[in-house]
């Protein structure tokens, strides 16, 4: 049990990081509450104390990489809303892309509840902060064409796949882009990326990858 004092957010963040490692490698039916808490070095009660439920903090666990990413994109729109929009496309794929390459299990453990039923309300919960967290996302682009005379952005939809195509590539990249097929850093898979959403697929990337 713990020894050390922590703050409160510490204990948030280590049950956090301990939640996200437990969902991902044992799934929603395979992984406790005590489980989580015991990795984090704290006491259960600590956890239901932060987040209520196992429900409770899986959906935190899976949400925030993303809400934290798209929380610091909305504040490049607001601190810069005139500018270009390859400063504003390299800001949004750098900051997802990034914090999900820290938080790769967060994005496993959705993926792994989705196959177990005993998950629904999790799953049900986690998505509708999503949904929070995307509408957020447009309603920010809808206000920043409004601010500096553009067209409205695209689509929810459009915005939707932009952000699966970040997702996916930063989940994947250890298989995707790895091997001799086709070995490419970071940098490289966002600015392919960036080039992608500025430029459409015919003249993106690297002619040669």
Do not use: C
């Amino acid at each position: 049990m713990p020894t050390k004092r922590r703050s409160s957010a510490d204990v948030r963040a280590e049950l956090l990081m301990s939640a996200s490692y437990l969902f991902a490698t044992r799934g929603w039916a395979g992984t406790s509450t005590k489980e989580i808490a015991v990795r984090a070095g704290t006491y259960e009660t600590s956890l239901y104390t932060h987040f209520g439920s196992k429900a409770g903090i899986f959906s935190a666990a899976v949400v925030e990489p993303f809400k934290q990413s798209i929380d610091s994109f909305r504040s490049t729109l607001a601190k810069q809303p005139d500018a270009p929009e390859d400063v504003l496309a390299h800001a949004f794929v750098h900051n997802l892309y990034g914090t999900l390459e820290q938080h790769r299990e967060a994005a496993t453990a959705f993926v792994l509840a989705m196959q177990e039923p005993e998950a629904n309300e999790a799953l049900a919960q986690a998505r509708a902060a999503l949904e929070s967290v995307f509408d957020d996302l447009y309603a920010s682009g809808r206000a920043r064409a409004a601010l500096v005379g553009e067209s409205a952005p695209g689509r929810p939809l459009t915005q939707r796949l932009m952000v699966g195509l970040v997702v996916a590539s930063s989940v994947f990249a250890p298989w995707l882009f790895a091997g001799n097929g086709l070995a490419a850093s970071a940098d490289e898979i966002q600015e392919a990326i960036v080039s992608m959403f500025l430029n459409g697929i015919t003249t993106a990337g690297n002619p040669e990858r």
